[in-house]
């Protein structure tokens, strides 16, 4: 997988979605907190207003300004509050911290309202005049918390960050899938194509031996016949040389026929097939003696496969292993997996050495004195046929195992 | 009048000093001298010795006050200053030790001026007491429950 591939269908809209919905929730999170914040603004302003009221009652009823401050000291959000004359001095005030009345001019001179921040939170502060009926003017100058807001703005951060998470994991989660998905999908693709310019290769191949033998055929026919009139007209002394060439010609012939044999496609013609009768037949055509074919099966194995085929298979691994073994016994197995069938042929002939085992499955490749190598090449072929896969061991001087994994069982 | 020590007379006198102790205090507790708030707008710096330590109390709590006596350099004024609660502080001023303070100028007597501080730097070690809007520091704030002797700047 290229990191070009990687960054295009995993980074890219990852980042797209984190920054979508980063930039989304931040807006909207702005937008309700604007409206609060407004609307907080409003009742506080409401609150001073009634607080005006109030005060001004008490100013006309003569009360000192101090005593009035303390009938609104113990209101859990106003922070600090102060009363000021018409010339904006400081009649009285109170505070909930020592000192603190942070009442600047610079603040009053040109606005009513306006919010800082302090170690105790946001505070909304409000700086307003009220007319008593004396016609005198008076300020108030009010502190009110806006804990409840900032637990609020808080609460939804917290909301908004959790909810962030959950999006992003599941995001990656998705995008991981996405991009697993595609590069899954590219190795298939690119393990089509290989086997499909294989399958073309194997083809021309095919097509071009299959004309050869066919070409070669017809006069090694012919041959073969001089050579039988040839030997029934060759004086006794020369008949041992014809009848070698007669056999090197049929050999010639055979070569020919597995040739066309192993290029021939295999066309399956799938049948139910009890993996116990297949065995029963194939052993009454492959015999030696002095060695013994057992069968053991776990469970009922049925394949459906190709019999002919199949037999062939099986043929060609009994006929191996009784070739390496000169004395004892082959062992066949059978069970199922789920639903999978796993067969083993073992055998405890001489077996073989790391270096023949790699190419065992390699076409025109034997380890046999006068071996073909097509027999395992083509049992490679018929059980990859069948969508089943086949591998070995071997151990010199142990004996060599033929592990066959097919669908079905 | 002198009175002998337990007779009823002198537990009466007791009891009225008592009474006008706590007058007073509730007084001070509450209805504070108007102007006695850390006003920003009379933010000032100054730099003296130290005249003299005591503690007073202040505003609603019980903790007494760290109030220090201190002669400005070169004009040789004497100005009362607030520091904290006693308790804030864990560290000891002397008398004779030179402080430098920015705080905000609250009263004037005939013979004193009073501050109260904002920030202390002694030996070169600076204490801040409150934030730039007169905050004070001992109040914590949202998850400080306690800045005790909250520092900065260098140490000799």
Redesign the interface.
Known sequence: MKKKDLFLFFFVPLLGFIVIFFFLSTINRTYIKNKVEELVREQLRATAEILQVNISHYLEEGFPS?EIL?LY?GEENIYYMALLDDQK???????R??????????DIEDKESWT?D????RIFNIFTPFLVSNSKTYYIYLGYSLESLEEMTLYSRRNANILFGIITLTGIIFFLGIYQLQKHFRQKEKEAEAERVEKERYREVSAFTSGVAHEIKNPLNSLALLFELLAKKTPEEFKQEVSAGSREVQKISRIIDQFSATLKPLNLKKEKIPFKDLIADVRETVRKKNVDIRYEEEDEVVFFADKELLSQALVNLLQNALEATEKGHIEVRAKRLRKKALLSVEDTGWGMPPDELEHVFDPFFSGKKGGMGIGLYLTKRIIEAHEGKIGCESLVGKGTTFFIQMPGG | MEYPIGSEKMKQKRSAILLMVCFFASLSSFGQKAEHFYNVDKEIRIEGKIQKIAMEPRYNDNSPFLIITLEEKDTKKIYSIEMSPAGFFERDFFQGESLAVTGSLTSSGETETNIIAREVQCRGETFILRDKHGFPSWRGGKGLNSRKGKRKGNRF
């Open positions: 101090d303390r000291s001095n400081i009649l009285g005030w109170h505070s911290f020592e000192g603190y009345l942070p009442l600047s001019q610079k800082i302090s170690p105790a939170g």
